[in-house]
């Protein structure tokens, strides 16, 4: 009794429900698509990191990317099961709901036929007809008699149709089975591979922390090159906020001198600069047109902005790193990006004027203003712009150098948004 009252609310949440699936799957797809694409980037990396017979810290971080997307590749081969599972018992609701109506219509025929059969002597057709007491009598017989045989020809016809609909539906469970047997074999083969990827990572884990005092002294090398990085990054931007400010304060009307005219309220010309948002604070670093339209381009495209090399992967993460079961960590103030080569080209990320070209010993940095964000490429063995240019999205501005092992290229990217250091990840495209 309870199902019977449930049926027709279940049978409504399937018409709901199997609407999306077809949609749902293409993302899906589409989704583990993209995974692969850059597990096998990474592979290509991890491969050649590998040949060099020495456990790195890049090849772990190379090891936890790829776990992290072997992980993304298997929920999203969960999600499509649970999805064909929910066809496939949404379907069976609909067989059950065609047969309790094919049953229905079975057993009205039935008595259609029975009725018919019991009392065929007076409703023979002739006899019916011409027992009519006058001719309008006849017609409404002959009408009658023409649409009780529809009625009959409709009641074949529609358990016809029935009898179709769940041979159809019964193919199509046979069809969803079979799919879901097919993304189950690739689940097993996926979980299998993170089990030795997992494997791969305690043994690169163990090695390290035997040589835990070795790496010890790469990172307090690496944290004193990323103190004089950000050193340097400081005071670039500081020297052009101080410009800004200047310019700002040479523009200002002295004291004593007529305010100039609001050109909103009828007068002549200032060249005063109208905030596009009232709400956001000014700063220094808005003071012009360019700023502004900077500012408002690369605030538009976070989490669309092109990545600085292509075929490149986040080894170090913004933040704190650790690696695990050992002591080792790091504050990163940007991310790394790891290429399968050195003396890749490393490109701007978007429009903006280069403010800065250093040397910090073992490579090259450029800082790119783009209005009150800046970006700064670092460990470069060659810059190919200039101080004071203006760049384009896209546009090459140097060469990645070797990674910290010496095991392929890297650049180190840092974004600051005036003089607050952000993580750039969330920014480029994914």
């Given at each position: 009794?309870?199902?019977r009252?449930?049926?027709?609310?279940l049978?409504?949440w399937?018409?709901?429900?199997t609407?999306?699936?077809v949609?749902?799957?293409a993302?899906?797809?589409?989704e583990r698509?993209?995974?692969q694409?850059?597990?096998?980037?990474i592979?290509q990396?991890?491969?050649?990191?590998?040949?060099?017979?020495?456990?790195?810290?890049?090849?772990l971080?190379?090891?936890?990317?790829?776990?992290?997307?072997?992980?993304?590749?298997?929920?999203?081969i969960?999600?499509?099961?649970?999805?064909?599972?929910?066809?496939?018992?949404?379907s069976?609701?609909?067989i059950?709901?065609?047969?309790k109506?094919?049953d229905t219509?079975r057993?009205?025929?039935?008595?259609?036929?029975?009725?018919?059969y019991?009392y065929?002597?007076?409703?023979d057709?002739?006899?019916?007809?011409?027992s009519?007491?006058?001719?309008?009598?006849?017609l409404?017989?002959?009408?009658?008699?023409?649409?009780y045989?529809?009625?009959?020809?409709?009641?074949?016809?529609?358990?016809?149709?029935?009898?179709?609909l769940i041979?159809a539906?019964?193919?199509?469970q046979?069809?969803?089975?079979e799919?879901?047997?097919?993304v189950m074999?690739?689940?097993?083969?996926?979980?299998?591979?993170?089990?030795?990827e997992?494997?791969?990572?305690?043994?690169?884990?163990?090695?390290?922390?035997?040589?835990e005092?070795?790496?010890?002294?790469?990172i307090?090398a690496?944290?004193?090159?990323?103190?004089?990085?950000?050193?340097?990054i400081n005071?670039?931007?500081k020297?052009e906020i101080?410009?800004?400010?200047?310019?700002a304060?040479?523009?200002a009307p002295?004291t004593?001198?007529?305010?100039p005219?609001?050109?909103?309220a009828?007068?002549?010309?200032?060249?005063?600069?109208?905030?596009?948002?009232?709400?956001?604070k000014?700063?220094?670093?808005?003071l012009?047109?360019?700023?502004?339209?900077l500012?408002?381009?690369?605030?538009?495209?976070?989490g669309r902005?092109?990545?600085?090399?292509d075929n490149g992967?986040?080894?170090?993460?913004?933040g704190?790193?650790?690696?695990?079961n050992?002591?080792?960590?790091?504050?990163n103030?940007?991310?790394?990006?790891s290429?399968?080569?050195?003396?890749?080209?490393?490109?701007?990320?978007?429009?903006?004027?280069?403010?800065?070209?250093?040397?910090?010993?073992d490579?090259?940095?450029?800082?790119?203003r783009h209005?009150?964000?800046?970006t700064?490429y670092?460990?470069?063995t060659?810059?190919?712009?200039?101080?004071?240019?203006?760049?384009?999205?896209?546009?090459?501005?140097?060469?990645t150098?070797?990674s910290?092992?010496?095991?392929?290229?890297?650049?180190?990217?840092?974004?600051?948004?005036?003089?607050?250091n952000?993580?750039?990840?969330?920014w480029?495209?994914?």
């Open positions: 009794m309870v199902f009252l449930l049926l027709p609310l049978l409504l399937a018409t709901v429900a609407a999306q699936p949609n749902e799957k993302t899906l797809e589409a698509k993209e995974i694409r850059e597990l096998n980037e592979q990396q991890y491969d050649q990191v590998k040949s060099q017979k020495k456990q790195t810290l890049s090849q971080n190379l090891l936890n990317r790829k776990i992290q997307l072997q992980e993304r590749y298997l929920n999203s969960n999600r499509e099961i649970r999805n064909i599972e929910d066809n496939i018992y949404l069976e609701l609909e059950y709901r065609l047969n109506q094919l219509l057993v009205q025929y039935a008595r259609s036929v029975v009725y018919a019991r065929r002597s007076n409703y057709y002739i006899n019916f007809i011409f009519a007491s006058n001719f309008n009598d006849a409404k017989r002959m009408d009658y008699l023409r649409t045989r529809a009625h009959r020809e409709k009641q074949v016809a529609n358990i016809e149709d029935h009898q179709r041979a539906r019964q193919k199509e046979l069809v969803r089975k799919e879901k047997s097919q074999t690739v689940q097993a083969k996926k979980v299998d591979e993170l089990g030795q997992r494997k791969q990572k305690d043994a690169v884990v163990n090695q390290l922390k035997s040589k005092r070795e790496f010890q002294k790469q307090a690496k944290k004193k090159r990323d103190k004089e990085l950000l050193s340097s005071a670039i931007v020297r101080e410009a800004a400010r200047a310019k304060k040479a523009a002295k004593g001198d007529p305010k005219a609001d050109k909103g009828g007068g002549g010309g200032g060249s005063r600069r109208i905030d596009p948002n009232p709400t956001s000014p700063t220094y670093l808005d012009t047109a360019r700023d502004v339209e500012n408002s381009g690369f605030q538009n495209n976070r902005l092109p990545w600085p090399v992967v986040v080894t170090s993460n913004f704190p790193n650790k690696i695990e050992t002591l080792l960590t790091f504050d103030p940007g991310i790394s990006i290429t399968p080569n050195s003396g890749m080209s490393v490109k701007a990320v978007f429009d903006g004027d280069v403010i800065g070209i250093f040397n910090l010993g490579g090259m940095a450029v800082t790119i209005g009150k964000y800046f700064t670092s460990n470069l060659s810059v190919s712009v200039s101080k004071g240019t203006a760049v384009k999205t896209g546009q090459s501005i140097g060469k150098g070797r910290e092992e010496g095991d392929g290229g890297q650049v180190d990217l840092i974004l600051m948004m005036e003089t607050k952000i993580d750039p990840k969330p480029l495209r994914r």
